[in-house]
């Protein structure tokens, strides 16, 4: 059971929007930075976002997070058939002294 | 630009050891300050985060695998290994390597990965 919730999947037309929560606690989220990876089918995670709502150089701006309290979204617009995938949002766990990701949430473009 | 790559058998027997080794280009595991990771991925579930190390010593293990777990630096070869001890189905998983984004900072994002390498506990 992950310790960061995110929902199973969420999915919508090209072109639309969608947005992926991610719920923690004080001892993560709350008081640490929260990221977001993609995982396309069959191979590695990518970094999408970090520090909350930075974005690495190469990551496209349709790509978007945000932090408030203990929960945390990513933002994805204009989407298209290249965004399928699984996406991940992680963070440092204070209390447990480790790394924790969410559940994980497919984006599923119709 | 940094490289991951890892390495080790894809079978393994129940109640044996797993050992993998992530090979590293691009970066120094011993002078670039960064802590260095393991995560894996069973099949069709999510990502669970294993553990870290950093060469001069600091090391961090998930609480459940704590007690199996050991992370080592081979500082000769630029290289860093998980050895993971009794291992049963449940530890059947593709396994990345990682390394944390910024300098000293265990809490940091993962910002270059390995490309996985498929591991199956069977007899």
């Known amino acids: 059971q992950s310790v960061l919730t995110q929902p199973p999947s969420v999915s919508a037309a090209p072109g639309q929007e969608v947005t992926i929560s991610c719920s923690g606690g004080n001892s993560n989220i709350g008081n640490n930075y929260v990221c977001w990876y993609q995982q396309l089918p069959g191979t590695a995670p990518k970094l999408l976002i970090y520090d909350n709502d930075k974005r690495p150089s190469g990551i496209a701006d349709r790509f978007s997070g945000s932090k408030s309290g203990t929960s945390a979204i990513l933002g994805i617009t204009g989407l298209q058939t290249g965004d399928e995938a699984d996406y991940y949002c992680g963070s440092w766990d ?16 119709l | 630009q940094v490289q991951l790559q ?5 079978l393994v027997t129940p109640s044996e050891t797993l050992f993998l080794t992530c090979s590293v280009s691009g970066a120094s595991i011993t002078s670039g300050g960064h802590y260095w990771d393991w995560i894996r991925q069973p099949p069709g579930r999510g990502l669970e985060w294993i553990g870290s190390i950093y060469f001069r010593g600091s090391s961090y293990h998930h609480t459940s695998l704590k007690s199996r777990v050991t992370i080592s630096v081979v500082t000769s070869k630029n290289q860093f290994s998980l050895r993971l001890t009794s291992v ?15 300098q ?15 591991v199956t506990v069977s007899s």
């Open chain 2, 88 to 102: 049963t189905a449940a530890d059947t998983a593709v396994y990345y390597c990682a390394k944390h984004m910024k």
């Open chain 2, 6 to 10: 890892e390495s080790g058998p894809g």
């Open chain 1, 94 to 109: 204070s209390t447990l002294s480790m790394y924790v990701f969410g559940s994980g949430t497919q984006v599923t473009v």
């Open chain 2, 104 to 118: 000293f900072q265990v809490f940091s994002p993962f910002d270059s990965w390995g490309q996985g390498i498929r």
